[in-house]
């Protein structure tokens, strides 16, 4: 990125924290921000190189996200959230990989910022269910959802019915029901039901 472009996204997001520090309860809209890129003489141009940034940024924090890097996905979604204050999925993001760093470390401060980006984002996208959710597991104490290892977990019963069926050569409808009931009984047991 050359100076020149820096220079302007500098420019651009020390208006916008300037703006954001007069107006601590207000946030930031696309009209707001409309009107920075307007009083600092941005050009078509100059809003297209802030748009690359912060998709740049988001995307990155995506990918962070993916493969549990929180603390890299925090760093860019934080960047990616000073060009656009008012999106609320970014906002979201942030709050969710925030909730994961809190789970990961136990960190007081990691479980503040993710209900703060989660009631921000509610603020700007009052029907947004992941802030809703993250929300709600934080203030019940709900710890880090377990991952369903469903699809192994039915392949083992498959597993375990196939053996049944080559050792037990069926050969009655009966000794079929009864196999049948204790596959749906290992099932129930194991917890895919």
Known sequence: MSDHSK???????????????????????????RLISEDLNLTSEDLALIEQEFEGHLNRGKGFIRYENWSDAIDELEQGRSLKPYH?????????????????????????????????????????DTAFRIISELEKGVS????SNTGRT??????????????????????????????????LV????
């Open 7 to 33: 220079s302007i996204i500098q420019r651009y997001i020390a208006k916008i924290l300037d703006i954001q520090e007069k107006q601590k309860d207000n946030f930031l809209t696309e009209q707001d921000l």
């Open 88 to 128: 609320a999925y970014t906002t979201a993001l942030l709050a969710s990989a925030y909730q994961q760093l809190y789970y990961e470390k136990k960190q007081k401060n990691n479980k503040q910022k993710a209900l703060e980006y989660a009631r921000q984002t509610l603020q700007v996208d009052s029907k947004n």
């Open 144 to 147: 880090k959802p377990k991952q």
């Open 154 to 187: 039915v392949a083992i019963a498959v597993g375990i019915l196939a053996i049944m069926f080559l050792i037990l050569g069926f050969k009655s409808l009966i000794m079929i029901v009864v196999v049948v009931f204790v596959f749906l009984a290992i099932l």
């Open 190 to 193: 194991i917890g895919v039901f």
